[in-house]
């Protein structure tokens, strides 16, 4: 039976904020180096002479298929221009298999940008890997990721990068009123401090709302939007940022099933490389549907310019097999919008 080989995890303390730092290691005979530049003290932004906005990218349901390395791939490309990548789940698609695992590693320690990038991970379906043997979930997870303050197992944390706030959910622990997923979140979202961050943002595997027919009554995504959606709204989050679905949407500001200026901006990233076919649940999309496609694989990247104004846009990356018609798509920007924070929106 294959097992991983021994993973170290090293925490730094000390770091000066948005500064370049350049780090290498060794083990045995082997030895690599790269560079990072650490995010911005809470509430500031990049100061020369990096002076610039903040650019995240997201991204979801990755795998290690050949639509996974164009995604990544493109990345790559992009490198240059990213601060931080939010993987909404589903990683490798390992299912307890070790050597899936390993191989994602390798497939990711191709790039430079993963040496460079802070890359933080919500856990999904497809990564909670059940151990027949000792009956404990998520190990391979745990084991290879470690996001501070690294509580609660890894399955939910949260994180400051400049002027905005991170909240990591799990959509497989219990977020009813009274666990301790639930209450840490509302003592999240009560703590923190808008004139500091104000952008929030909150990502977890499962959408709260879909307009694809797969998964769209699973109890994960229906419960969530009984529990959560109301916070959510209470407290203004930003954007909602999800995959499980393999295919892309974007909400406008939604409550209640309704377009709301307040409401958060529901996005669904699941289109990172593992497929991109995502049959609708309507023909005609729902009234707070934005955008939508089932036949691109993709990223997005979420650029905050100031305190008022961020913007989305979605780059494909690739067509699902069943699209392609032998030829090599335009890569490019299929959905570039403004968003005005809905912070500073009135509240009709």
């Not at 000390?14 to 690599?32: M, N, P, V």
């Not at 802070?118 to 043997?133: E, F, L, M, R």
């Not at 470690?146 to 977020?175: D, R």
């Not at 036949?295 to 780059?315: D, P, Q």
């Amino acid at each position: 039976h294959y097992f991983s080989d021994v993973h170290f995890h090293i925490e730094i303390d000390g770091l000066r904020s948005g500064s370049r730092y350049y780090y290498e290691f060794k083990i045995i005979a082997q030895s690599d180096h790269s560079t990072f530049i650490t995010p911005p003290s809470p509430g500031q932004w990049y100061a020369p002479p990096l002076d610039r906005t903040l650019k995240f990218a997201v991204l979801g349901d990755l795998a290690t298929r050949s639509h996974s390395r164009e995604t990544v791939s493109k990345l790559e490309q992009n490198r240059l221009r990213i601060d931080c990548i939010l993987l909404a789940g589903d990683i490798a698609y390992a299912n307890a298999d070790h050597e899936v695992w390993d191989s994602w590693m390798d497939m990711m320690s191709d790039y430079d940008f993963f040496k460079m990038i802070p890359v933080q991970i919500a856990i999904g379906n497809h990564d909670i890997d059940y151990d027949s043997t000792t009956l404990e979930i998520g190990l391979a997870y745990e084991n290879r990721f470690h996001f501070l303050p690294y509580q609660y197992g890894n399955a939910f944390y949260s994180f400051t990068f400049g002027p905005s706030k991170h909240i990591v959910l799990s959509s497989y622990s219990s977020f009813l009123p009274g666990s301790v997923q639930y209450e840490w979140l509302l003592s999240e979202l009560k703590s923190t401090d808008r004139s500091i961050t104000p952008w929030l943002i909150v990502m977890l595997h499962c959408p709260i709302y879909t307009t694809f027919d797969h998964h769209h009554d699973e109890i994960f995504i229906t419960e969530a939007r009984i529990h959560l959606e109301p916070i959510f709204v209470e407290y203004v989050v930003n954007f909602v940022l999800s995959g499980h679905i393999h295919s892309y949407m974007r909400t406008v500001p939604t409550a209640n099933s309704t377009a709301h200026p307040r409401g958060p901006i529901y996005i669904i990233q699941g289109n990172g490389g593992r497929q991109a076919n995502e049959p609708f649940m309507n023909e005609v999309p729902e009234e707070w549907v934005k955008v939508r496609d089932h036949s691109m694989y993709g990223y997005g990247t979420l650029e905050l310019f100031n305190i008022t104004h961020a913007k989305w846009r979605w780059v494909k990356t690739g067509y699902n097999n069943a699209n392609d018609k032998g030829y090599q798509p335009e890569f490019g920007i299929n959905d570039n919008v403004w968003i005005s924070n809905q912070l500073y929106v009135a509240n009709d």
